[in-house]
């Protein structure tokens, strides 16, 4: 390999912190973010391009010359970015259109999960309101998940304790489309029981090779209460899942996904992802995403060493990630754990204000705290010199150390380096791993 430029597309936490991993390769020339955020300003050069200007990122390319783009929203990938670059005969980072139904569609995901025999709940899926209120009154009165079918910004998931909430939630989908498109068809699915693992994987088609677990914190509130929101914290890995877990996580779920998309004409290229519940029948995926999570990036990369990023990522854009798939999982250093803290707007994942000012405590060298750690920004712009929020979650607090606990404690002193008016975040990320440790 030799150098090359590189373009980022997003504007999130999860695009900052890619940027940030891909400025350390060897291989990574000019780095710019489309459009990026006053975070990645700092190590890139921010484009004025939005993530579905497709045309404009592919004349972009080719005007600067970027040896691969690197896809971090679903949105663009819903919308055939991949297609359109491949068609330009530019090297990006992601799966097509097609491949990617396997996030923009849940009714799709859940089909292939049972062509593939992957383990999942037991669904079935409705278009109808009078036939889906028709199978709940048939089910037992137990929990069980409704799901929109299509893109809900993490939002699409409801878990229904009762039948009268079940009745509820499809009332609002289906008939007052409090979803739009993404909820015109809906999942009914069991309920499972666990704890939940995000698992992702680097895939080039045939191959691929797992990244740390992490353990995402969806809900708003401490002790997972609350409306879900895109996630508020972060820990990686997860401190009981072991070498036989993941070897059963890469048997029964990654090994047969790649196999049947490529059987389909379709095969994987970029990061799958998958939501998993880990049940005492073993672990059943929950969704797939079809691209890095957020903020389980942020978690996960500062993990991710000795190897280089970008020639991975190049490596899967090509399909020749080859015989560096050996490994069961991706080497991180096994002597560190990660912990991340959502800092939030007030009246998130609801209305919320932008624009107000942000203060950061960096000491005079420019480093956080006497252990390191990162700030990712993920909702941030300037405005006449000043920083100031830019949306829901603003910034991301993230440190390694060598156990778990103290990067936790450590994490939540550098979240107190940050202030802006009404910053909400979680007390109580990874609490639930180390008590299940």
Not at 60 to 89: H, S, Y
Not at 145 to 171: H, M, P, Y
Not at 243 to 254: A, K, Q
Request: aromatic share 8%.
């Amino acid at each position: 390999m030799k150098k090359m430029n590189v373009l980022v597309v997003g504007s999130g936490g999860r695009e900052h912190a890619l940027a940030w991993k891909i400025k350390k390769s060897r291989w990574c020339g000019k780095l710019f973010v489309a459009p990026g955020n006053a975070g990645t300003a700092e190590i890139a050069e921010n484009v004025p391009i939005g993530v579905n200007e497709i045309p404009k990122l592919i004349e972009f390319a080719k005007k600067n010359r970027i040896g691969l783009t690197v896809v971090g929203p679903e949105e663009p990938l819903k919308n055939g970015i991949v297609d359109q670059f491949q068609k330009a005969k530019r090297r990006i980072f992601g799966p097509t259109a097609q491949a990617a139904l396997l996030e923009t569609s849940k009714s799709f995901a859940k089909d292939f999960m049972r062509k593939a025999s992957i383990p999942t709940a037991e669904f079935k899926v409705f278009y109808n309101y009078e036939l889906a209120i028709e199978y709940l009154k048939k089910l037992p009165e137990k929990p069980l998940v409704i799901k929109a079918d299509g893109l809900a910004a993490g939002k699409g998931a409801f878990v229904c304790k009762t039948k009268a909430e079940a009745e509820q939630v499809i009332n609002d989908l289906l008939l007052k489309k409090t979803l739009k498109e993404a909820g015109e068809t809906i999942i009914i699915e069991e309920f499972l029981e666990g704890q939940e693992v995000s698992a992702l994987a680097l895939c080039d088609g045939c191959s691929f090779l797992l990244l740390p677990t992490s353990q995402d914190h969806k809900h708003l509130n401490d002790g997972d209460q609350g409306p879900m929101t895109g996630g508020m914290g972060a820990i990686a890995p997860v401190p009981w899942i072991h070498l036989g877990d993941l070897e059963d996580i890469s048997d029964t779920i990654f090994k047969p996904a790649l196999r049947v998309m490529a059987d389909m004409g379709t095969p994987f290229q970029g990061c799958l992802y998958a939501g998993l519940m880990m049940t005492k029948d073993g672990p059943k995926v929950l969704e797939f995403n079809v691209r890095f999570g957020d903020p389980e990036t942020e978690v996960i990369l500062p993990l991710v060493n000795g190897t280089d990023f970008l020639e991975l990522l190049a490596r899967c854009a090509d399909g020749r990630l080859g015989s560096l798939a050996e490994l069961p999982y991706l080497l991180a250093n096994p002597e560190e754990s990660a912990a991340c803290v959502v800092l939030a707007s007030g009246g998130y994942p609801g209305p919320y204000d932008k624009g107000l000012p942000i203060n950061l405590g960096r000491k005079p060298d420019g480093a956080w705290t006497p252990w390191g750690g990162e700030v990712f920004h993920a909702g941030t712009a300037i405005r006449d010199g000043q920083l100031v929020t830019n949306g829901g979650r603003v910034m991301v607090a993230t440190m390694a150390q060598p156990v778990l606990m103290k990067a936790v404690s450590r994490a939540y002193t550098l979240a107190q380096c940050v202030r802006f008016p009404g910053m909400y975040f979680r007390n109580d990320i990874g609490r639930k791993a180390l008590d299940h440790s």
